[in-house]
Nanobody
Framework: DVQLVESGGGSVQAGGSLRLSCAAS????????MGWFRQAPGKEHEGVAN???????NYALPVWGRFTISRDNAKNTLYLQLNSLKPKDTAMYYC???????????????WGQGTQVTVS
């Protein structure tokens, strides 16, 4: 089965940075479409960024220009660089994977357990 394990969350002050990682298991990782999502307490699940198997990226408007999604296929790892963090970025961040393309829709088949980001 496919497993996704996020790490790198933490507490930072506004304006700070974090880098989230998502380690993926399973074969043909390089052919998967991957995404980052977040959910704050009392709010809906929100797509943050996604990256296709060809490296094409897409971002939600609230994070445009501040967050960067990338992948290292050799390490089976997905990243999300979070810069210029704001208190409204506080949420649980999840990575997701699928062989189908879902963009920022949350229909991905595989999900990690999440990593908490808190910005004060």
């Amino acid at each position: 089965d496919v497993q996704l394990v996020e790490s790198g969350g933490g507490s930072v002050q506004a304006g700070g940075s974090l880098r989230l990682s998502c380690a993926a298991s399973g074969r043909t990782y390089s052919k998967w479409c991957m995404g980052w999502f977040r959910q704050a307490p009392g709010k809906e699940h929100e797509g943050v960024a996604n990256i296709d198997d060809d490296g094409s990226t897409n971002y939600a408007l609230p994070v445009w220009g501040r967050f960067t999604i990338s992948r290292d296929n050799a390490k089976n790892t997905l990243y999300l660089q979070l810069n210029s963090l704001k208190p409204k970025d506080t949420a649980m961040y999840y990575c997701a994977a699928d062989k189908e393309y879902w963009g920022l829709d949350d229909d991905y088949k595989y999900w990690g357990q999440g990593t908490q980001v808190t910005v004060s």
